[in-house]
Structures are given as structure tokens and as C-alpha cells.
């Protein structure tokens, strides 16, 4: 009986434990269901989260095309002739500035030229402004195809244009400028009879030179050209 009372005593025990064990199991599985669906509500802010990156480094991107397209229209804007599309006289004063910085280099020269329309008025006074207009933003490009890639052109006001010839020499610069009188006088800008030619100053870059300097020492050379009749080329070094 003693042994029967033992084996009862010891099955209960065996129950108690097996019950807490399971109580146990219970609040573990519970434990493990409440982490992993931490870590699943922790994947799916992650992946929010990388979402909202992913849509911010767009609109980002976006924004710095948008921006960059916006500084380049002004930069176009603050360096362009608006009527001729060339460069304009602020433009044309820095790039001057920069290459007669480099004129020590130079292994032929750098030309300057400063040319305008002869007459100009008599085309605007017979004809209108618009067809003015018409004029310059005509000659422009008939100047544009006829120079090099590496030449700088500049509407430098009103009627007056300016061109900067790299590696030329003396003779070259006049050449050139010789060249496009021709091509100008010889072009037909549909004015009824009315011929259109240039006068034109030359004149080379010095390392002593100031932007200032080497346009006033081709501006009066151009002041020669119109005193001498005109639609002619006159050098100044």
C-alpha cells in the first residue's frame, strides 16, 4: 500500500511539472509569436521606409534636373544676344579677358576684330525695324557659317559685332576680315536694291593689353574704315 501511496505521490508531481512545463511552452510560443511579428512590423517599416527613399531620391533628382535645366536657360540668357543668339558684349568682355591672358601662349596670335553695318540707319529709316531687325539677326548666322568653330563671336551693340580669331596671325586676321566683307557685300538681304556691306577694324592681342585697351585700339581703326568710304578693312597693331 505504502508503495502504491509512493508511485500516486510521484505521478502527480509528474503532472505538476509536465502541466508548468507546458505553461511554459504555451508562454514561449507566445513570446515568439509576439517577436516575430515585431520583426515582421519592423520589415514592413523597413520597406516603407526604403519606399520614402526611394520616392525622395527621385523627386531629388527631379528637382536637380529641373534646377540645373533652370541655371543653364539663365546662364544662355545672362551670356546671349536675345535677337542674334550670339554671344553678347558682357560675354564677350570675359572671354576677351581670358584670351588675352593667354596670348603669351599663342603660337601664331590672336586677332580682334570690330566691325558693324554701314549705313544702318538708312536701312531702318527705308525699310522699318523689324526688317532691321531682320538684317542683323540675317548677318549674324551669314558671319556664323563663314568663321570657325573656335572663333568667338559677339553682337557688341546696336549694329557692331566683335570677333576673336585664335591662332591667327596678323595677316590671317586681315585676311579674314576680308573675307567676310566680301562675303557680306555679296550676300542678297532682299532690301530692293539696297547693298549691305561692313566696315571693319583688326587689330592683334597683346599680353600688355586690357580688355579696354584692345578694344579702343580696334574701335579706332574701325573709325578709320568709315572715314575712308566704308566697306573696307583697316588694321591697327
Not at 563663314?146 to 591667327?168: M, P, Q, Y
Amino acid at each position: 500500500m505504502e508503495r502504491e501511496a509512493d508511485l500516486i505521490q510521484e505521478n502527480r508531481r509528474l503532472q505538476r511539472k509536465i502541466k508548468l512545463l507546458e505553461e511554459a511552452l504555451q508562454q514561449e510560443r507566445s513570446v515568439h509569436a509576439k517577436y516575430n511579428e515585431a520583426i515582421l512590423k519592423i520589415k514592413e517599416k523597413d520597406k516603407a521606409l526604403l519606399e520614402m527613399n526611394r520616392t525622395l531620391e527621385m523627386k531629388v533628382q527631379e528637382r536637380t534636373v529641373e534646377l540645373t535645366s533652370a541655371i543653364d536657360k539663365l546662364a544662355h540668357l545672362a551670356s546671349t544676344d536675345s535677337l542674334t543668339q550670339i554671344n553678347n558684349r558682357m560675354r564677350f568682355n570675359i572671354l576677351l579677358s581670358q584670351k588675352i591672358a593667354e596670348t603669351s601662349r599663342s603660337k601664331e596670335g590672336i586677332g580682334l576684330v570690330l566691325f558693324d553695318i554701314d549705313r544702318f540707319k538708312d536701312v531702318n529709316d527705308t525699310f522699318g525695324h523689324q526688317v532691321g531687325d531682320r538684317v542683323l539677326t540675317e548677318l549674324a548666322a551669314l558671319i556664323k557659317n563663314h568663321i570657325r568653330k573656335s572663333d568667338i563671336f559677339a553682337r557688341w551693340g546696336g549694329e557692331e559685332f566683335a570677333l576673336i580669331l585664335d591662332d591667327c596671325h596678323f595677316s590671317c586676321v586681315r585676311d579674314m576680315a576680308e573675307e567676310l566683307r566680301m562675303v557680306v557685300e555679296n550676300h542678297d538681304f532682299a532690301l530692293d536694291g539696297f547693298t549691305l556691306t561692313c566696315s571693319y577694324g583688326v587689330t592683334l592681342l597683346k599680353t600688355s593689353d586690357t580688355t579696354n585697351t584692345a578694344i579702343e585700339r580696334v574701335d579706332k581703326a574701325l573709325y578709320v574704315a568709315k572715314h575712308r568710304g566704308r566697306n573696307r578693312v583697316v588694321s591697327r597693331l
